[in-house]
Structures are given as structure tokens and as C-alpha cells.
């Protein structure tokens, strides 16, 4: 979309007009929204993107279809089986033969490491503290043993 709200649709294959569908949905959107002209063969000054949100038809039909590359899910040891638990929502509470979709992943990895979330009392060490994607604060507790992983 746009950074007024407006979304902005193009074909995910068009090859005699652009290579790749959302390269080209970049460009033309910082194009507008700096007045610079973009080359089409060139870089995307990604310097001058805050955030992307962009769906695509293919992905849309390759999840729904469950097709696409396999994958793997790694999420924090002891939490295996939080997706399939989810949040216990169901149509009807008390249909016994709750039917849901196969997992997107074949294989979960639980990865030895902990982070916990920082309460607004818990700021004042700075240091030991990392900003998550939600823009959360985290304190790292136990680090990713990469090598293990």
C-alpha cells in the first residue's frame, strides 16, 4: 500500500512490463512518494522505506492450496506445540469434532533460547534490553547458541 492507504495493484506476472511484481510495486511507490525517478534496472533505495505490506495472489493461493517450498517452524524450546494449540477458538464451543487446516510447516525445531518481555518498571537498565519487531522491549535472557541450531 500506499503511505496514504492506498493500495497500488499490479499483475504477479507481467514479464514485458517488469521482472519481479513486488520490486516493481516498490519502485513505483517511492517514485511517487519522493518524486525521483527510479531506473527499472537499478537498486531500490531501500534507505527511504520505513515499512512494506504487500500481498500477493500467488502466496495467497500457495497457502491456501498448501503448496510451495517446505519449511520449517523454529520457535522457543518448550513451545512446540503453540501454533496447534493456538488460541483454542473454535465456531462452535461445543462441536467436539473441531476440524482445522494442516500445519504450513512438516517439521518444528525447538531452538535453546529465551527472551522475556520488559515491563514499563523494568527499563531503567538499558543495556541488557533489545527491541523486538513489534517494537516491544525484550530482555535477552539465555542467547541462540547459533552453532547448536
Known amino acids: 500500500g500506499r503511505p496514504d492507504g492506498r493500495v ?6 507481467d514479464p514485458s512490463n517488469y521482472d ?16 525521483d525517478t527510479i531506473s527499472r534496472t537499478g537498486k531500490i533505495p531501500t ?24 519449511i520449517a517452524l523454529c520457535v522457543t524450546q518448550g513451545f512446540k506445540h503453540l501454533l496447534q494449540i493456538g ?3 473454535r465456531p462452535d464451543i461445543f462441536d467436539l469434532t473441531v476440524s482445522k487446516p494442516s500445519n504450513l ?9 529465551r527472551v522475556e518481555l520488559v515491563l514499563e518498571n523494568e ?6 534490553l533489545v527491541e523486538g519487531v513489534s517494537g516491544e522491549l ?6 541462540i547458541n547459533e552453532k547448536a541450531l
Open 20 to 35: 519481479d511484481a513486488p520490486v516493481e510495486g516498490i519502485r513505483r511507490i517511492l517514485e511517487e512518494y519522493t518524486g
Open 47 to 70: 534507505d527511504k522505506i520505513e515499512w512494506i505490506r504487500m500481498g500477493t495472489t500467488v502466496a495467497t493461493n500457495a497457502l491456501l492450496e498448501r503448496k510451495g517450498e517446505r
Open 87 to 89: 488460541n483454542q477458538a
Open 138 to 143: 525484550v530482555r535477552v535472557v539465555k542467547p
Open 123 to 128: 527499563r531503567e537498565n538499558q543495556h541488557s
Open 105 to 113: 510447516y512438516e517439521e518444528v525445531i525447538e531452538v535453546d533460547e
Open 8 to 13: 497500488l495493484k499490479l499483475l504477479s506476472v
